[in-house]
C-alpha cells in the first residue's frame, strides 16, 4: 500500500523568508503528485501537479514553485513567503482518473 | 459558477439516525466523483469512490451518483459521533488527473 510523508508537520515562518516543504512516497512508481493548499474557510485548491520526473505543471500564478528532482519525491518552495500563504498544505498521489490518497499535511504560519 | 457545490452545514443528526450529504457539479463531461472524509486539523481521507449512475454501497457509506442532474450524494447510515467531520465531494478534473473540490459540510452526530 502507499505511503505518503510530509514535513515538517508544523512550520511557523516570517513574511519575506524563504520556504521549503516535502513530499515522499513508498509503495508506488511513476505516481501523480500533486500539491494542494487549505486556507482557513476555504476549500481544497490546487497548487501544483507533475505526472513525472522534471514535469510540473502549475493551476493557480503565484510566488510558490514546485519540484520532482526523483519519481517519489514532490518540493515545494518559495523565495519569500507572504502572509497570504499560510494555510495546510497536503501533498497527494494518484493514477490517472482514480483515487488520490493525501499525506498528513503540513500546517503552515506566515507571521 | 463553482465548479462542485456543498452545502457548508453544520448538519446536526441525532446517534443511529441516516445523514444525508449532498453536492452538485457544474462540467457535465465529469467521470469520477470521490468522497473524502476529514477531521478537524487532519488530511482528508478517501471513503468512497462512484464512477457509474446508480449507487455504491460499502459498509455503512453509500454514494449515489446521477449523471443527468449533476448530482452526487453520501448517505451514512446509523451514524456515529465519530462519523462527525467535514465530509468533502470532489470531481474528476480533466487537467494533469487533479480533482475538484468542494468546500465541504461539517456533519455533528450528536449522541
Known amino acids: 500500500s502507499q505511503t505518503i510523508h510530509q514535513w515538517p508537520a508544523t512550520l511557523v515562518q516570517p513574511v519575506g523568508s524563504p520556504l521549503s516543504l516535502e513530499c515522499t512516497v513508498e509503495?508506488?512508481?511513476?505516481?501523480?503528485l500533486y500539491w494542494y493548499r487549505q486556507a482557513a474557510g476555504r476549500g481544497l485548491q490546487l497548487l501544483f501537479y507533475s505526472v513525472g520526473i522534471g514535469q510540473i505543471s502549475s493551476e493557480v500564478p503565484q510566488n510558490l514553485s514546485a519540484s520532482r528532482p526523483q519519481d517519489r519525491q514532490f518540493i515545494l518552495s518559495s523565495k519569500k513567503l507572504l502572509l497570504s500563504d499560510s494555510g495546510f498544505y497536503l501533498c497527494?498521489?494518484?493514477?490517472?482518473?482514480?483515487?488520490?490518497?493525501f499525506g498528513p499535511g503540513t500546517r503552515l504560519t506566515v507571521t | 459558477q463553482k465548479e462542485v457545490e456543498q452545502n457548508s452545514g453544520p448538519l446536526s443528526v441525532p446517534e443511529g439516525a441516516i445523514a444525508s450529504l449532498n453536492c452538485t457539479y457544474s462540467?457535465?463531461?465529469?467521470?469520477?466523483f470521490f468522497w473524502y472524509r476529514q477531521y478537524s486539523g487532519k488530511s482528508p481521507e478517501l471513503i468512497m469512490s462512484?464512477?457509474?449512475?446508480g449507487d455504491k454501497e460499502d459498509g455503512r457509506f453509500t454514494a449515489q451518483l446521477n449523471k443527468a442532474s449533476q448530482y452526487v450524494s453520501l448517505l451514512i447510515r446509523d451514524s456515529q459521533p465519530s462519523d462527525s467531520a467535514t465530509y468533502l465531494c470532489a470531481v474528476y478534473k480533466d487537467s494533469g488527473y487533479a480533482l475538484n473540490f468542494g468546500k465541504g459540510t461539517s456533519l455533528l452526530v450528536t449522541p
Open positions: 497527494a498521489q494518484g493514477q490517472g482518473s482514480y483515487e488520490q490518497y
Open positions: 462540467d457535465r463531461g465529469s467521470q469520477s
Open positions: 509503495g508506488t512508481s511513476n505516481p501523480n
Open positions: 462512484i464512477y457509474s449512475n
